[in-house]
């Protein structure tokens, strides 16, 4: 008697065993192939309210006569950005709009890492963001050589590229034909990575003037 209840107790066992592990490779077999994010966002955006992003309640009460709840380029760009929760390396010629502006603040109000790359020639132009992100607290550094930093991409968490021929103006998203891609390819983002270290790095000014 004991030795047949054995034997079933060994036979349910392997069954269930058997049928874990077939469980387990359907699983890891759907997160092998998920398909890696990779959009494509082009612009000039259509213009919506994008109060919601920094108002939770604006949704139900704002009253503003822009469009509501409309997925625009623009509206995709910031759901991007705002969809960082450890990091935010961004390396941009010209940074004058308003709303991206917010969106930066609103991450380091979260306690999000935000570093900052720009050109010294357009972090000084009039309406520039650049000073009010340093005076918030955000660390900015400018390119210390004669060469302009030209560059228009950011780095979500280190593994979410933003990156495409739009600079981070009012002109550039509503007027201009420009491009976003979004991706999540280690093989693309890890060199914008590396890149924005090597940047980081070298235009530290502390760095620089000790070597002049």
Same mark, same amino acid.
């Given at each position: 008697?004991?030795?047949?209840?054995?034997?079933?107790?060994?036979?349910?066992? @392997?069954?269930?065993?058997?049928?874990?592990?077939?469980?387990?490779?359907?699983?890891?077999?759907?997160?092998?192939?998920?398909?890696?994010?990779?959009?494509? $966002?082009?612009?000039?955006?259509?213009?919506?309210?994008?109060?919601?992003?920094?108002?939770?309640?604006?949704?139900?009460?704002?009253?503003?006569?822009?469009?509501?709840?409309?997925?625009?380029?623009?509206?995709?760009?910031?759901?991007? %950005?705002?969809? @960082?929760?450890?990091?935010?390396?961004?390396?941009?010629?010209?940074?004058?709009?308003?709303?991206?502006?917010?969106?930066?603040?609103?991450?380091?109000?979260?306690?999000? @890492?935000?570093?900052?790359?720009?050109?010294?020639?357009?972090?000084?132009?009039?309406?520039?963001?650049?000073?009010? $992100?340093?005076? @918030?607290? %955000?660390?900015?550094?400018?390119?210390?050589?004669?060469?302009?930093?030209?560059?228009?991409?950011?780095?979500?968490?280190?593994?979410?590229?933003?990156?495409?021929?739009?600079?981070?103006?009012?002109?550039?998203? $509503?007027?201009?034909?420009?491009?976003?891609?979004?991706?999540?390819?280690?093989?693309?983002?890890?060199?914008?990575?590396?890149?924005?270290?090597? $940047?980081?790095?070298?235009?530290?000014?502390?760095?620089?003037?000790?070597?002049?």
């Amino acid at each position: 008697m004991s030795v047949l209840w054995t034997v079933k107790v060994v036979g349910l066992g @392997a069954v269930a065993l058997t049928l874990s592990l077939e469980l387990l490779g359907r699983l890891f077999g759907r997160l092998k192939h998920r398909k890696t994010l990779n959009e494509v $966002l082009f612009f000039p955006s259509e213009v919506a309210c994008v109060e919601h992003f920094f108002t939770p309640t604006a949704t139900h009460s704002c009253f503003c006569s822009l469009p509501h709840g409309v997925e625009t380029s623009f509206y995709r760009l910031l759901r991007h %950005i705002l969809s @960082a929760s450890s990091s935010l390396d961004l390396c941009v010629f010209s940074f004058s709009n308003a709303d991206l502006r917010r969106a930066v603040l609103l991450l380091h109000s979260k306690g999000v @890492a935000v570093r900052v790359v720009s050109d010294k020639d357009y972090s000084a132009i009039t309406g520039s963001q650049i000073g009010v $992100l340093r005076k @918030a607290g %955000i660390c900015v550094r400018c390119d210390v050589g004669s060469v302009h930093m030209h560059h228009k991409f950011a780095v979500v968490d280190g593994r979410r590229l933003i990156t495409g021929s739009l600079n981070w103006t009012l002109t550039a998203v $509503l007027n201009n034909m420009e491009n976003i891609l979004i991706t999540e390819e280690p093989d693309l983002v890890q060199p914008f990575v590396k890149e924005f270290h090597r $940047l980081w790095v070298l235009n530290d000014p502390a760095q620089y003037y000790q070597n002049q």
